[in-house]
């Protein structure tokens, strides 16, 4: 069959097609035969059928010309104009944008099966020796063991509570030691010289994702970099596993599981149809983030203000971020400062130092966390969707493999939800009202469904201990001439644009307590 390419023009019958044939008519400066243009007819014909409304795409590049990299407030402008639920071409790749809390029940409850896959990044894949931790594993019989390795063993209370005692005090390292070796090592490398570079390449726009036949091709060396690095924890926690392996065989260390302690004996006793292999372990390793220790972002001014500190400021990217976010938005509010101090001088006292008791009597820092955790949630997209087959949500076509943005930031700021959206106020939380167990899409900062994030109980744990430790031992003011903001920087761990320095003054009345 052979259709002229003017005829094709002509026949387009939206405004939208004509002009998508009229640009690559004139990008491809006649070089293209008549089947060529059949096929890209029966493309831009076929190719958005059924699919949610979304911003004109060009042949080949889709929107990624237009795409400001705030994806959060990017996608949440879009669905100003086309709606809760909209579509994007990221290249050749669909994505699905969602931003009403119906339409994200509808993806993370009522259809949770089809939508529990992850869409890898090839950054992720790289990182993960293959995709194979939790986070990038497709739902399935691996994810769940792996899961249950994760969740029962390593973020168990018990098990969080023997390791989350040491905080604030100095750790026995002897005790703690391949804890503590691979705390050391792993916080020198991330929280030095390539602090958060390497994590971040998982958030960069990497063509690879895009274009998945590009792939081998790695057009900006994303891959190869993540390669490096991967060789070089690979190398530690070979190391470590080996050292520890002989200790424990001469049965030193017996009496205090550490994670590690933990895997290795699941790997021994795991069963043979679904064995613990050291891939997963290593994997597992290089995702758990408790393994990371890295400063909060502020800068401590004085040095013998260090002391006793260094052991609180453990935790996650998106710990540590929720931390520093909070730090901000209090420095921000003095009144709200004023309230937490009082609500901790009455639970702790001014002559004694926050500890763990403390830590479920203290209803208004409770508040202020769920609060920065509505307004700056560092998973802003949560982690991208896709689903296992083709299905509908909200009426339209979500076809099997696209990329799902579950866009939590909107609905965090949904006017017709939030009273002062924009606005830090934790008294909205004081009331319980809200909690983030995944069950309320007004509300889910660790996401929902069978992938809800698996750290929920250590992030809070974190989260309050160290928010009530800096608040309850120090007056914090900020450099002279300086301000606080609190812009965000987008990435699956969005940050704060400026990291907070601020300086810390002593308040406690025994300096003995900081020794
Ligand atoms: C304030 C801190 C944190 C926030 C806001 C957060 C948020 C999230 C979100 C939004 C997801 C994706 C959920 C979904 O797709 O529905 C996730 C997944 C995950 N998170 Fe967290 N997280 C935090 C801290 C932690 C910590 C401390 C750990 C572990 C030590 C952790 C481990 C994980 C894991 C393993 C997953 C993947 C779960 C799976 O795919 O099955 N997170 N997190």
Avoid at 328 to 346: D, F, G, H, S
Avoid at 429 to 436: A, E, G, Q, R, V
Wanted: overall charge positive; aromatic content about 10%; hydrophobic content about 40%.
């Amino acid at each position: 069959m052979s259709i002229s390419r003017n005829y094709l023009i002509l026949s387009a019958k939206s405004e939208e097609k004509k002009k998508h044939l009229l640009a690559v008519q004139n990008l491809s400066h006649g070089s293209f035969n008549n089947s060529m243009w059949t096929l890209l007819w029966f493309f831009i014909s076929n190719s958005n059928k059924g699919l949610p409304p979304g911003p004109k795409a060009l042949p080949l590049i889709g929107n990624l010309h237009s795409l400001d990299p705030e994806l959060h407030t990017y996608f949440a402008s879009l669905s100003k104009t086309y709606g809760p639920i909209c579509r994007i071409w990221l290249g050749k790749k669909l994505g699905i944008i969602i931003t009403s809390p119906e339409l994200a029940r509808e993806v993370l409850k009522d259809k949770d099966i089809i939508f529990s896959n992850r869409d890898v990044p090839d950054a992720g894949r790289e990182f993960s020796y293959g995709g194979n931790s939790i986070l990038w594993t497709p739902y399935g019989p691996k994810w769940r063991m792996l899961r249950k390795v994760c969740v029962r063993d390593m973020l168990s209370c018990s098990t969080l509570d023997s390791v989350y005692n040491k905080a604030g005090s100095p750790v026995n390292v002897g005790e703690q030691m391949f804890l503590t070796i691979l705390n050391v090592i792993t916080s020198m490398l991330w929280g030095g010289t390539v602090k958060g570079e390497e994590r971040a390449m998982c958030s960069v726009p990497n063509l690879s994702d895009f274009y998945p036949g590009l792939a081998w091709f790695d057009f900006q060396g994303v891959a190869k970099k993540m390669k490096v690095l991967v060789k070089r924890f690979d190398k530690i926690f070979e190391s470590i596993i080996n050292q520890r392996q002989k200790l424990d065989r001469n049965g030193v260390g017996q009496e205090s599981k550490d994670f590690l302690q933990v895997l290795l004996k699941l790997k021994d006793e795991a069963d043979p149809n679904m064995p613990l292999t050291m891939i997963e372990i290593k994997a597992l390793l290089m995702e758990s983030k408790i393994i990371v220790i890295r400063g909060v972002g502020y800068k401590v001014c004085s040095e013998e203000l260090l002391v006793g500190q260094d052991m609180i400021l453990g935790g996650t990217d998106s710990t540590s971020n929720t931390i520093e976010f909070a730090m901000a938005e209090i420095m921000n509010k003095p009144y709200v400062l004023r309230k937490l101090q009082e609500e901790l001088e009455t639970v702790v006292g001014k002559d004694n130092i926050v500890d763990e008791s403390h830590i479920k009597k203290l209803p208004y820092l409770y508040a202020v966390m769920k609060e920065v955790l509505r307004i700056h949630p560092t998973s802003p997209l949560l982690v991208p969707r896709c689903p296992s087959e083709t299905c509908t949500v909200g009426g339209y076509t979500v076809p099997k493999g696209s990329c799902i943005f579950i866009d939590v930031w909107a609905i965090h700021r949904d006017p017709s939800i939030w009273e002062n959206p924009t606005e830090f106020l934790p008294k909205r939380f004081l009331d319980n009202k809200w909690d983030y167990s995944g069950n309320d899409f007004n509300y889910f900062p660790f996401g929902s469904g069978r992938r809800i994030c698996a750290g929920i109980a250590m992030a809070e744990k974190m989260v309050m201990y160290s928010l009530a430790s800096l608040i309850h031992s120090f007056d914090w003011k900020l450099p002279e001439g300086e301000t606080v903001e609190v812009t965000e920087n987008f990435g699956i761990v969005m940050n704060k644009k400026m990291p907070l320095v601020a300086i810390p003054t002593p308040r406690l009345s025994n300096p003995k307590l900081y020794e």
